[in-house]
């Protein structure tokens, strides 16, 4: 296991680029499926999760050459449709290969993916998306086996608007018969990426980004391989606004879209950082202690619930009292407790955490329970006036490239160490 040690107290200063998206990254590298012949992928991050979607694809035959943040994958000699659960348990998101397998096979079979540190991540609406399309669905003895003789467009009304369920029904419909119309469809950038990425591919989709999705089915012989650059990653690049404004720094960073940062972008005003937006750049300059305010997170374009750690830590500094709600996840305020352990003073009443700033923080003996919560102690360590250890930082490399690297490059004094 890895380690970070960190000295904080440094200001951040000058320049880092955000790397691709993650979210975006995972369900193109599965969408790659439904072609049968070869895609590129630009900018994909060099992430532990992109390399167990990798790990997935080619245990399914898929052939994968990667040169830094280029993906080559020639999905023609996939000829297995199940996923084990050591694959599974790696990383839930494989469960993004749901909908490309049964849209191109019939058949797929995964292990039913475990809940995780932030809550029990149901599928019930994406399984109920895929038996709509026309799959039978079982689920036993742990695994979830979808197969449709034919699938046939529909309308679906999602029960919330769920990120992955309607990916996962979005790649589903690609190759059935038939309109199918996404309604209550979650409206992320991630979203839009995809369709983007599958339009070039030869299929038929339209309105992502609004919460009605529609898709034309195409025939297998209508797609074409196709050669994409994914989004920047806009919660790497929120990290880093934080980054700039819990050490009272000056960063800019770069390989931004600021139409997605709009609501963190707000809330920072809010609290008193200054930003200046360019077009393809934030630059953020702390002034001295944040104002507190208050934050619920909501599906996209609400304030996104993989910021409210970050900014939970960023708060814990500020003058006043902040209340943060987190409406997503029933289980995501593990960082809550490890930032107490540096002096924070924070209640959580149900849903909602009412954070009473203070003057600083102390370093302090941490582990990281998941990748925003680890995101949010570095944060926080950064902003200690002496030497935090951050066990766990295997956490942090699934959604963070070389996070050190990136920080030091700033000012700051973070090692990694090897046990
Ligand atoms: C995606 O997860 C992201 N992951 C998450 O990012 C992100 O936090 C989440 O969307 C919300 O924005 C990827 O894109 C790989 P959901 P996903 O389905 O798709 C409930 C990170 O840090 N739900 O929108 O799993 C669910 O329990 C990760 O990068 C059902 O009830 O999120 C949750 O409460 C963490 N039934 C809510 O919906 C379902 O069938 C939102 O989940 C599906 C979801």
Do not use: W
């Amino acid at each position: 296991m890895q380690k970070f040690v960190i000295v904080g107290g440094n200001r951040l200063k000058g320049t880092i680029r955000a790397s691709g998206s993650k979210n975006a990254t995972l369900p193109i590298l599965a969408a790659s499926i439904l072609n049968a012949g070869k895609s590129t992928i630009y900018e994909a991050p060099q992430l532990r999760d992109v390399s167990v979607m990798k790990d997935v694809l080619s245990y399914l035959g898929a052939k994968i050459v990667s040169d830094r943040n280029t993906i080559e994958i020639d999905t023609s000699t996939i000829q297995s449709v199940e996923i084990t659960e050591e694959l599974m348990r790696r990383m839930r998101a494989s469960n993004l290969v749901l909908g490309s397998l049964l849209g191109r096979f019939g058949r797929v079979k995964i292990s039913y993916p475990g809940g995780c540190q932030i809550g029990s991540r149901p599928m019930n609406l994406h399984l109920k998306g895929l038996q709509a399309l026309g799959a039978t669905i079982q689920e036993k003895f742990g695994y979830i086996t979808a197969e449709a003789e034919k699938l046939r467009g529909t309308d679906i009304h999602l029960d919330l608007p769920s990120v992955g369920a309607t990916e996962n029904i979005i790649m589903t419909a690609i190759l059935a018969e038939g309109v199918t119309v996404i309604r209550n469809a979650a409206k992320e950038p991630e979203i839009v990426d995809l369709q983007n990425f599958l339009n070039k591919m030869g299929a038929r989709v339209k309105g992502a980004g609004t919460d009605t999705i529609k898709i034309e089915g195409v025939r297998p012989r209508e797609l074409i391989p196709a050669v994409h650059t994914v989004i920047p990653d806009r919660i790497e690049a929120g990290t880093h606004m934080v980054a700039a404004a819990i050490t009272g720094g000056e960063v800019t960073v770069t390989n931004v879209i600021p139409e997605h940062l709009e609501p963190l972008i707000a809330k920072l005003r809010e609290a008193g950082v200054s930003i200046t937006v360019g077009d393809d750049y934030v630059k953020v300059q702390g002034n001295g202690r944040v104002k507190a305010v208050d934050i619920k997170t909501m599906h996209y374009p609400g304030f996104p619930t993989d910021m409210q750690p970050q900014m939970m830590a960023l708060l814990s500094l500020a003058e006043g009292t902040s209340v943060v709600s987190e409406t997503i996840f029933e289980n995501r305020f593990k960082h809550v407790a490890e930032l107490r352990r540096m002096g924070a003073d924070i209640k959580v009443e149900g849903q909602s955490a009412i954070i009473k700033g203070v003057e600083k923080l102390s370093g302090a003996y941490l582990e990281a329970s998941d990748l925003r919560a680890g995101a949010s102690l570095v944060l926080a360590a950064l902003a200690a006036e002496d030497g935090t250890v951050l066990e766990n930082v295997h956490h942090i490399d699934r959604g963070y490239e070389r996070l050190e690297v990136k920080y030091n490059s700033l000012g700051a004094r973070m090692i990694r160490v090897h046990n």
